[in-house]
């Protein structure tokens, strides 16, 4: 029995296949019968792909349809917007003529498309309107501070003479054992004159003292603290701690004014970009393209600008003994680029120094003292900013007096630090690997990030608009099929969006709701939990299963909506509040990394010891390669270990073993070779879209990253499967959604290559 979509026509053997392909945001309306005329085509060419293909890769080619509107503004509508006329278009058949289908270019065509030096896409400035007001009397004077920074550095500087500050500045960031050594050294080799070594310090101490005495205790003003109370966790001498941070203001203003000084570009007004064939609007080229600046400068009061905040920490050796660090950071999101002065340090997050026996009989109660720190550290920065968002703070700017908004657009964290903070269950999902793809500025601090570890088992796709929208979008998730045995279960721990027992796996996701998730923090863990059996520990219990099956913890939460509430920008056209207003962001960096060992690993798998020994060996003759601008990449010697390499390395190593294996890859077994070609083929396809600030339309992102995602996981789990069962191996039928309509060779030749 074979079950057609009534949308597009397309045939599928189960009605799980149907329910999938329903959900994904390929599937629109055709307008015509045609469609279901070819479903009969369609799935001979599918069964006949099943019947050829080692992968069983059920074949079909999706049709995008993008709605491009004559008026510039109204095409700003988003995705889902689009998604919405085709509902409409469903129900009027008169207003199926209306729509017009652009073009739907290849893989190739896409990732030939230039960067953001060289493009020549049409850009054009949105004219936001700004009806807010608020009152300049009750806005932060921010910029007195800085004039007293600028008269505390004149006394300093005036202390001293200019022999000192030309040492001290290059030793400045070295150890004090360092610094002292290099000061006394120097003030007795060179500095002969008793009048001069009174104006040139020694050490370390003697330079705080003096600035002390003469200029007074600058950092206290811009210096915040707040007690955080432990009492209720009975932690051995630990009644409270003490957290020291910067005024996360001041630190955004420093670290724009250092950018600014540095010549790069500071961007407080939106645009568009529309491409100059297509007309449609393209997103990823920088943060003034997306769609979250549009909202803050619609939240600024007139007068304004937005300040965009990024808060990013993660724990760190400090190089000393045994000890260790706990960095907080705030980042100035208003800049296209990355670059080391848009991040500004904060604060320190406290140790709580307990026994070791401790922490190993009462595991969770540390557990919980740890977070309930961290919560309280993160809400009093979210509060500094808080207090100032609804009259702004003054600042200047690069020699400008400008009235700024502070607005939270994201929190920039790896999984460990993300399960802390936002209250989930587990920092990995247990039998499913996601990859979450969003980011700020693509190609920089923002990207794809790979969940979990069991590659081989399912994966998911979890696709954030700002590819789509620079900082905001939509959200797509989808999985891959589970193919292993029925018994595995899918514990699935996310902060955007849940995923229900008994879904197909092709299905897309449901997001989280702020007001549902919000009550049942309030019922399982803000209220006094209760014994008794009547109706209120009844609805507790229910409460708390509730939050685990949707992937938080029964006793943690996150308090990031208790602090923040006008800083949280969120889609004014959505009705349903996102919970966390699409502030978690990953870096590209760390999947990058992550990614590239579980591909390598896959492949390297199923090869036996002359196999690899070939490929070395096919790898040391091959000649240097280039990056585009004629640098030279250093050599690899082999590409079946990648210990110690780093991501650059790493992501070049990706394009090596293509050559290593050969087009057609004929040294591994026969039934491997295509999915290792495509899983190659896919994730070169990622790495070249990511990289470059290349723009792209809603539909091109859906391409060349979820579709991309999709077919290199399938053929990772393929791999893997393989890799366990060995000869034994017979690959289960699964349906995956394919991007090309035929044939994978093309695909699989046209993308091989360094394209560094």
Same mark, same amino acid.
């Given at each position: 029995?074979?079950?057609?979509?009534?949308?597009?026509?397309?045939?599928?053997?189960?009605?799980?296949?149907?329910?999938?392909?329903?959900?994904?945001?390929?599937?629109?309306?055709?307008?015509?019968?045609?469609?279901?005329?070819?479903?009969?085509?369609?799935?001979?060419?599918?069964?006949?792909?099943?019947?050829?293909?080692?992968?069983?890769?059920?074949?079909?080619?999706?049709?995008?349809?993008?709605?491009?509107?004559?008026?510039?503004?109204?095409?700003?509508?988003?995705?889902?917007?689009?998604?919405?006329?085709?509902?409409?278009?469903?129900?009027?058949?008169?207003?199926?003529?209306?729509?017009?289908?652009?073009?739907?270019?290849?893989?190739?065509?896409?990732?030939?498309?230039?960067?953001?030096?060289?493009?020549?896409?049409?850009?054009?400035?949105?004219?936001?309107?700004?009806?807010?007001?608020?009152?300049?009397?009750?806005?932060?004077?921010?910029?007195?501070?800085? !004039?007293?920074?600028?008269?505390?550095?004149?006394?300093?500087?005036?202390?001293?003479?200019?022999?000192?500050?030309?040492?001290?500045?290059?030793?400045?960031?070295? !150890?004090?054992?360092?610094?002292?050594?290099?000061?006394?050294?120097?003030?007795?080799?060179?500095?002969?004159?008793?009048?001069?070594?009174?104006?040139?310090?020694?050490?370390?101490?003697?330079?705080?003292?003096?600035?002390?005495?003469?200029?007074?205790?600058?950092?206290?003003?811009?210096?915040?603290?707040?007690? $955080?109370?432990?009492?209720?966790?009975?932690?051995?001498?630990?009644?409270?701690?003490?957290?020291?941070?910067?005024?996360?203001?001041?630190?955004?203003?420093?670290?724009?004014?250092?950018?600014?000084?540095?010549?790069?570009?500071?961007?407080? %007004?939106?645009?568009?970009?529309?491409?100059? /064939?297509?007309?449609?609007?393209?997103?990823?080229?920088?943060?003034?393209?997306?769609?979250?600046?549009?909202?803050?400068?619609?939240? /600024?009061?007139?007068?304004?600008?937005?300040?965009?905040?990024?808060?990013?920490?993660?724990?760190?050796?400090?190089?000393?003994?045994?000890?260790?660090?706990?960095?907080?950071?705030?980042?100035?999101?208003?800049?296209?680029?990355?670059?080391?002065?848009?991040?500004?340090?904060?604060?320190?997050?406290?140790?709580?120094?307990?026994?070791?026996?401790?922490?190993?009989?009462?595991?969770?109660?540390?557990?919980?003292?740890?977070?309930?720190?961290?919560? %309280?550290?993160?809400?009093?920065?979210?509060?500094?900013?808080?207090?100032?968002?609804?009259?702004?703070?003054?600042?200047?700017?690069?020699?400008?007096?400008?009235?700024?908004?502070?607005?939270?657009?994201?929190?920039?964290?790896?999984?460990?630090?993300?399960?802390?903070?936002?209250?989930?269950?587990?920092?990995?999902?247990?039998?499913?690997?996601?990859?979450?793809?969003?980011?700020?500025?693509?190609?920089?601090?923002?990207?794809?990030?790979?969940?979990?570890?069991?590659?081989?088992?399912?994966?998911?796709?979890?696709?954030?608009?700002?590819?789509?929208?620079? $900082?905001?979008?939509? =959200?797509?998730?989808?999985?891959?099929?589970?193919?292993?045995?029925?018994?595995? /279960?899918?514990?699935? &721990?996310?902060?955007?969006?849940?995923?229900?027992?008994?879904?197909? &796996?092709?299905?897309?996701?449901?997001?989280?709701?702020?007001?549902?998730?919000?009550?049942?923090?309030?019922?399982?863990?803000? /209220?006094?939990?209760?014994?008794?059996?009547?109706?209120?520990?009844?609805?507790?219990?229910?409460?708390?299963?509730?939050?685990?099956?949707?992937?938080?913890?029964?006793?943690?939460?996150?308090?990031?909506?208790?602090?923040?509430?006008?800083?949280?920008?969120?889609?004014?056209?959505?009705?349903?509040?996102?919970?966390?207003?699409?502030?978690?962001?990953?870096?590209?960096?760390?999947?990058?990394?992550?990614?590239?060992?579980?591909?390598?690993?896959?492949?390297?798998?199923?090869?036996?010891?002359?196999?690899?020994?070939?490929?070395?060996?096919?790898?040391?003759?091959?000649?240097?390669?280039?990056?585009?601008?004629?640098?030279?990449?250093?050599?690899?010697?082999?590409?079946?270990?990648?210990?110690?390499?780093?991501?650059?390395?790493?992501?070049?190593?990706?394009?090596?073993?293509?050559?290593?294996?050969?087009?057609?890859?004929?040294?591994?077994?026969?039934?491997?070779?295509?999915?290792?070609?495509?899983?190659?083929? &896919?994730?070169?396809? $990622?790495?070249?879209?990511? =990289?470059?600030?290349?723009?792209? &339309?809603?539909?091109?992102?859906?391409?060349?990253?979820?579709?991309?995602?999709?077919?290199?996981?399938?053929?990772?789990?393929?791999?893997?499967?393989?890799?366990?069962?060995?000869?034994?191996?017979?690959?289960?039928?699964?349906?995956?959604?394919?991007?090309?309509? =035929?044939?994978?060779?093309?695909?699989?030749?046209?993308?091989?290559?360094? =394209?560094?």
């Amino acid at each position: 029995m074979s079950f057609a979509c009534g949308r597009c026509g397309n045939i599928f053997a189960s009605r799980q296949a149907l329910g999938g392909h329903l959900s994904y945001p390929t599937c629109v309306f055709d307008g015509n019968d045609s469609a279901v005329a070819s479903s009969a085509e369609t799935a001979e060419v599918a069964e006949a792909n099943v019947n050829a293909s080692a992968v069983n890769i059920v074949t079909h080619a999706p049709v995008i349809s993008t709605f491009v509107s004559d008026d510039n503004d109204s095409a700003d509508a988003s995705y889902a917007e689009a998604r919405a006329e085709a509902a409409v278009a469903n129900g009027n058949a008169g207003a199926v003529n209306n729509v017009t289908r652009a073009p739907v270019m290849s893989t190739l065509k896409l990732l030939e498309r230039p960067v953001f030096e060289y493009n020549e896409h049409r850009i054009v400035v949105l004219d936001v309107p700004q009806l807010l007001r608020c009152n300049p009397e009750q806005t932060y004077r921010l910029h007195e501070m800085q !004039q007293a920074y600028e008269e505390y550095c004149d006394i300093i500087r005036d202390e001293y003479c200019h022999q000192f500050w030309v040492f001290f500045s290059a030793v400045y960031l070295q !150890q004090n054992v360092v610094i002292d050594t290099t000061l006394k050294a120097c003030r007795s080799t060179f500095i002969s004159d008793k009048a001069m070594k009174t104006r040139f310090a020694s050490s370390v101490r003697e330079i705080r003292a003096r600035t002390l005495a003469c200029a007074g205790d600058f950092p206290s003003l811009v210096t915040h603290s707040v007690s $955080i109370d432990l009492r209720e966790f009975e932690l051995p001498g630990i009644d409270e701690v003490t957290f020291r941070f910067m005024n996360p203001l001041w630190a955004w203003v420093a670290a724009a004014n250092d950018m600014m000084d540095a010549g790069h570009e500071i961007n407080f %007004q939106p645009k568009a970009m529309y491409h100059e /064939t297509t007309k449609q609007r393209l997103f990823g080229a920088g943060v003034a393209f997306g769609k979250k600046l549009k909202w803050a400068l619609s939240r /600024t009061p007139a007068g304004g600008k937005p300040a965009l905040f990024g808060i990013s920490f993660d724990g760190a050796e400090s190089g000393i003994s045994n000890r260790s660090m706990y960095p907080i950071c705030v980042s100035v999101l208003n800049f296209d680029g990355s670059d080391p002065l848009a991040l500004a340090l904060v604060g320190y997050v406290p140790k709580l120094e307990v026994p070791k026996v401790f922490k190993k009989k009462k595991a969770n109660l540390f557990l919980s003292a740890r977070a309930h720190v961290f919560q %309280q550290c993160v809400g009093a920065i979210l509060t500094e900013m808080e207090q100032v968002s609804e009259h702004g703070f003054s600042a200047d700017l690069n020699g400008e007096r400008v009235r700024l908004h502070p607005f939270l657009v994201a929190i920039q964290v790896d999984s460990k630090e993300r399960k802390t903070y936002f209250g989930l269950k587990s920092d990995r999902s247990e039998f499913i690997c996601g990859v979450h793809m969003w980011g700020s500025h693509v190609g920089f601090t923002c990207g794809v990030h790979m969940w979990g570890s069991h590659v081989g088992y399912t994966c998911g796709v979890h696709m954030w608009g700002p590819y789509v929208g620079s $900082i905001c979008g939509i =959200h797509m998730s989808t999985r891959i099929t589970l193919t292993l045995a029925p018994s595995c /279960t899918c514990d699935r &721990s996310c902060a955007i969006c849940r995923f229900r027992k008994g879904w197909s &796996s092709l299905r897309r996701g449901t997001t989280h709701s702020k007001n549902h998730i919000q009550r049942l923090w309030h019922l399982a863990i803000d /209220t006094p939990r209760t014994r008794r059996r009547n109706e209120l520990g009844r609805a507790q219990k229910r409460a708390r299963e509730q939050l685990q099956r949707h992937g938080f913890h029964r006793k943690r939460r996150c308090t990031m909506l208790d602090y923040a509430s006008r800083i949280l920008l969120r889609d004014p056209l959505n009705q349903r509040q996102e919970l966390f207003a699409h502030v978690i962001y990953n870096d590209l960096l760390h999947w990058e990394l992550n990614v590239c060992d579980y591909t390598f690993a896959a492949i390297v798998g199923v090869m036996t010891p002359a196999m690899k020994l070939e490929c070395d060996a096919n790898t040391l003759q091959l000649p240097m390669f280039r990056q585009p601008d004629g640098v030279p990449i250093r050599r690899f010697k082999m590409v079946s270990e990648n210990t110690y390499l780093t991501t650059a390395r790493r992501l070049t190593l990706t394009f090596i073993w293509v050559h290593a294996l050969g087009t057609r890859a004929l040294m591994l077994p026969e039934n491997c070779r295509t999915p290792t070609l495509l899983a190659l083929s &896919s994730l070169q396809t $990622i790495i070249l879209a990511c =990289h470059g600030r290349r723009s792209y &339309s809603v539909s091109e992102w859906t391409k060349l990253l979820v579709e991309s995602a999709m077919v290199l996981f399938g053929c990772l789990q393929y791999l893997m499967e393989h890799d366990i069962e060995g000869d034994n191996f017979t690959p289960m039928p699964r349906s995956v959604i394919n991007i090309l309509p =035929h044939k994978w060779s093309p695909h699989v030749e046209s993308t091989c290559g360094v =394209h560094m």
